[in-house]
């Protein structure tokens, strides 16, 4: 546990004191600010044009600046050499890449917290700013895009050996699950029988965090008509009381069995070095 938490705070320091986290803190506030701007303009409850919008930006964003983050702190260790020096101390996996994640994750969403209260202590002035209940929910939609990303991205920093080996790995991983997946699943199921198609749905959905995160929200704010009736069932298991349950192991799970990749990935490229 003490070197958990020794880890977890060198993360916290280093992750601050980065001029990237800053910069991403500047933008976020910034389109955050902007589609306040746009809700005034024309105020809704629950799912609105806007608030899909904001989500559609937060996907673009979030995953991407996450993936970078996570993937360039480990890759970073590689390059200087404090990789090596793990190797000479009594450091389990667990508590490294733990500490690494939690830190990471804790930077993060401090950042989107700031972002969220700026936004929502001037919408407080207005009076047609987002409800408490939609603010809540695009706040949840970040923080398990983060907690989602940032596993994957130890994953990729495992496997990567440079900050721009990671780099092609990020802009491509991002690129498939955020921009292509649409497209890609489109193609790929049109090609099938149509009973075929909305059990293949439900099982490639799973394997895209983005994906199934974006239903969950949606559902829960009242919009799971835009989703299509592909995902019926996904919004009737939703909106069910043991939904949120299933949805937190879910997302629980999908964490930790990234986090067991990257150590496995860790100790076999070790043991080949």
């Known amino acids: 546990m003490n070197h958990f938490t020794t880890i977890m705070k060198r993360e916290l320091r280093i992750g601050f004191r980065n001029p990237w ?98 936004t929502g202590i001037i919408s407080s002035f207005t009076a047609s700013g987002f409800t408490a209940s939609v603010y809540a929910l695009l706040f949840i939609f970040a923080v398990l895009l983060i907690a989602a990303f940032l596993a994957i991205a ?43 198609i909305k059990p293949l749905l439900t099982i490639m959905t799973f394997f895209n965090p983005a994906e199934w995160i974006r239903v969950y929200i949606i559902a829960t704010l009242g919009g799971g008509t835009i989703v299509g009736p592909e995902y019926y069932q996904w919004i009737t298991w939703i909106t069910h009381p043991s939904g949120h349950i299933a949805f937190t192991l879910l997302t629980i799970v999908y964490v930790l069995g990234s986090l067991a990749l990257a150590g496995w990935l860790w100790k076999r490229g070790r043991y080949r070095g």
């Open 21 to 118: 986290a800053y910069s991403f803190l500047a933008l976020f506030v910034i389109f955050m600010l902007s589609m306040l701007l746009i809700h005034q303009q024309g105020y809704s409850s629950g799912y609105s044009g806007v608030t899909g919008m904001l989500m559609n930006l937060t996907l673009y964003l979030l995953p991407l600046i996450t993936l970078m983050l996570g993937a360039f702190s480990i890759t970073g260790e590689k390059e200087d050499g404090s990789a090596a020096l793990l190797y000479t101390y009594r450091l389990s996996m667990t508590s490294w890449l733990g500490g690494k994640y939690i830190g990471l994750l804790l930077v993060l969403i401090s950042i989107v917290t700031i972002g969220y209260s700026v």
């Open 154 to 196: 130890m994953v990729i920093g495992a496997i990567a050996s440079t900050r721009w080996q990671a780099l092609t790995y990020v802009i491509g991983i991002w690129f498939f699950f955020i921009i292509g997946w649409s497209p890609i699943m489109i193609a790929l199921l049109g090609q099938l029988p149509y009973l075929w």
